[in-house]
């Protein structure tokens, strides 16, 4: 078994073994190594195994719900699931909040607007964008959470980072454009309550799909409204940044 797998009364033994009484192994460690028993290091993570803190407790029961209430909720992961045939619809739902169509829709609407004021609206939306989809990769690339064992890897377009699942991209992206979209259209009540709902479905239907967990979605959710805030505070204008500005209006 490796190192950290034996266990403490081994551990224990190996002290004993070599001092005939228990003592601090910071002396004889290279030799106990040598001799094939634990460090200091490995006799500290058997210690923590055995008396895990309250928070690691929790935090592994959370985590064992999440699992388990992923999985029941995961009811379009496949055809032959329990609600298989809403799958088709929630495969839509994923392209509407998916990274290509908002970078392609931005971009061209940026090249396309006329108005100085919808440009900076939009140069800022691709700059929220890119910054999210740069955010959720250094997250996930860091985190590398395995996707649930129930989803079919059959997504549009992905990149490396997107076979981890801690956050969701869809939750965060959504999120962020809801705020966005929110803050920057004037829209008709029953619109804004449509762009919330939307941005709701979004990260339902990751879970429903089977693609992630629930406290995937509730932490992308979070990040992508923080995520907003933080494009607030750096908000391009012609002032702030007056060169990327220039590209559009020669
Ligand atoms: C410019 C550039 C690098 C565009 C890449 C657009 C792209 C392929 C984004 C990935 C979107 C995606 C599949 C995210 C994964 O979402 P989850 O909710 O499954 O984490």
Excluded at 92 to 110: C, D, K, N
Excluded at 155 to 184: E, N, Q
Excluded at 220 to 248: I, M, N, R, T
């Amino acid at each position: 078994a490796p190192e950290g797998d034996r266990g403490p009364r081994h551990s224990q033994k190996c002290l004993q073994d070599s001092s005939g009484s228990m003592q601090a192994p910071a002396a004889g460690a290279m030799s106990h190594e040598r001799a094939g028993c634990p460090s200091l290091r490995s006799l500290t993570e058997d210690c923590m195994r055995l008396n895990p803190s309250f928070a690691g407790i929790a935090l592994r029961s959370l985590l064992a719900v999440d699992l388990w209430a992923s999985k029941r909720l995961g009811v379009c992961a496949a055809e032959g699931s329990a609600w298989g045939g809403a799958r088709p619809l929630m495969k839509v739902v994923e392209v509407s909040g998916h990274g290509l169509p908002w970078l392609l829709g931005t971009a061209y609407g940026l090249c396309q607007s006329d108005s100085a004021a919808t440009r900076e609206v939009l140069l800022n939306l691709l700059f929220a964008l890119l910054l999210d989809l740069v955010l959720v990769a250094v997250v996930k690339g860091l985190v590398k959470r395995r996707r649930p064992t129930h989803n079919k890897m059959d997504m549009f377009v992905t990149i490396s980072v997107d076979k981890y699942s801690f956050p969701s991209g869809h939750a965060t992206r959504a999120a962020l454009v809801c705020r966005f979209v929110l803050h920057h259209l004037v829209l008709a009540v029953p619109l804004r309550v449509l762009v919330v709902l939307w941005a709701l479905i979004v990260g339902i239907s990751r879970v429903m799909l089977g693609r992630h967990n629930v406290t995937d979605v509730l932490f992308g959710l979070f990040l992508g409204y923080a995520l907003y805030s933080v494009v607030e505070y750096c908000w391009l204008s012609p002032l702030s940044a007056p060169a990327l500005f220039a590209l559009w209006s020669s």
